[in-house]
């Protein structure tokens, strides 16, 4: 049967866990043993880490810059569950006793670090959404060749696509073989990563300048991901009228 281990906060809320691996699968897991017996199963005391674009290591290769944060000090659940056989079990994450730093100064850092993931994870999501829209639109002007709207169709899905790119030059790192460069512009997702890194650097709390920074990027990949919902609003919009008349199904927004 199927097995389960979740572990939650003091709020009742998922933080990480794990499925017991069916055959054939290809995911990454975390998987849970089910052998008979004893089993383990290892958290690294952090929560889930920011998404990343699949296949794209100019993104996903920052996985590692991008971990999630680690949990604060408090009480937590492990939740185990076997064929619908729930059992629950609470445990205590305790502060490092040499830490000179404080409940309120981890809170402080877990808070800022949640905010970098979070923002991360809505770059890599609005990268993926850019990209598909971007190939459906290309495939969309490649089948309305030789039609009388085939102009039409090309000049649109062309100002699309050059609208999408800009973003994503804003957003991440793009080279041809998807592969990070040393020599390439450092973009806002990579300076998510980067500012993570530092403020997860020590257990204190983040400095003046560390929020500030954040605040900061976190503006500016607001401001692009506000001009692609202003794109898909408008221009994709228009260009779904445009096919329909071509008897093309629309725009899949996913």
Do not use: C
């Not at 939650?8 to 089910?34: C, M, T, W, Y």
């Not at 923002?119 to 890599?124: D, F, H, M, N």
């Not at 190939?135 to 102009?151: K, M």
């Not at 003046?208 to 898909?232: C, F, S």
Request: glycine fraction near 10%.
């Amino acid at each position: 049967g199927e097995v389960g281990l979740a572990i939650l906060d003091a709020e009742g809320n998922e933080i990480r866990g794990g499925q017991s691996k069916e055959e054939g699968s290809h995911d990454k897991g975390p998987f849970v043993g089910k052998d008979s017996g004893m089993n383990r199963f290892l958290w690294d005391m952090r929560h889930k880490g920011a998404e990343t674009v699949p296949g794209d290591e100019t993104v996903g290769g920052l996985d590692e810059s991008l971990a999630g944060p680690l949990a604060t000090p408090g009480t937590y659940q492990a939740r185990l569950s076997v064929n619908g056989t729930v059992l629950t079990q609470s445990f205590e994450v305790k502060k490092n006793p040499i830490n000179p730093s404080g409940k309120e100064d981890l809170e402080a850092q877990f808070q800022l670090l949640v905010g970098i993931r979070d923002k991360a994870s809505q770059v890599s999501l609005g990268v993926v959404q850019l990209r598909d829209i971007r190939d459906q639109v290309d495939s969309w002007a490649n089948q309305a060749q030789g039609n009388p709207q085939g102009e039409r169709i090309s000049t649109a899905a062309k100002d699309i696509k050059d609208k999408l790119t800009r973003v994503e030059l804003e957003l991440v790192q793009v080279t041809d073989n998807k592969a990070p460069t040393m020599d390439g512009p450092v973009r806002l997702y990579s300076k998510l990563a980067a500012l993570n890194s530092v403020v997860s650097s020590a257990d204190y709390a983040p400095t003046a300048q560390m929020t500030e920074v954040y605040e900061d990027i976190a503006a500016r990949v607001d401001t692009q991901l506000q001009q692609l919902n202003k794109v898909i609003g408008e221009d994709v919009t228009s260009f779904n009228t445009l096919v329909s008349e071509l008897g093309l199904p629309p725009i899949d927004l996913g």
